[in-house]
């Protein structure tokens, strides 16, 4: 599938931010996503605390969470996909992070899939994590914060 999906990345620059556009656009080809737009934002603690608290009821950092915009219906565009915002110092691994969230974006998960989301998550990390790839860091323990 070619993906003509633009991924933006914020606060995070050069190797890392190619990590993490190319984990989100391996998720977007695994869901079948062709084309929309996302953002991928980096925060600390204190930023992911208040969030979570406010979006999900949770007073704790979390290691990620997913703010889809446009559902998964059809749309007249490009669709708008969301924002994944991403707290490092609770990501063991930042790729896996990046990917459960995107997937959360397409419309998947896994507190209702019956471990369709997570199975398709481990298909694309282990894609990634491939010698011709090499993107993920080792000693992953898997990212489910949202």
């Known amino acids: 599938m070619s993906c003509r ?63 889809p915009v446009d559902g998964s219906g059809p749309t007249a565009g490009p669709r708008e996909l ?9 990501c063991e691994d930042l790729v896996e992070c990046t990917v459960h969230g995107v997937l959360h974006l397409c419309g998947y998960d896994h507190e209702t899939d019956d471990g369709e989301m997570f199975a398709l998550q481990e298909r694309v990390l282990t894609g990634l994590r491939a010698p011709r790839n090499a993107v993920a860091t080792p000693g992953s323990r898997g990212a489910g914060g949202c």
């Open 5 to 67: 999906t633009e991924i933006e990345v914020f606060a995070a620059d050069g190797e890392l931010a190619d990590r993490l556009r190319a984990a989100a656009q391996a998720a977007l080809e695994a869901a079948g996503v062709g084309d929309g737009h996302l953002a991928i934002t980096l925060v600390d603690r204190e930023r992911m605390r208040a969030l979570n608290r406010s979006h999900r009821g949770r007073d704790k950092a979390t290691d990620v969470l997913s703010f």
């Open 82 to 90: 969301g924002d994944v915002v991403l707290c490092p110092p609770e």
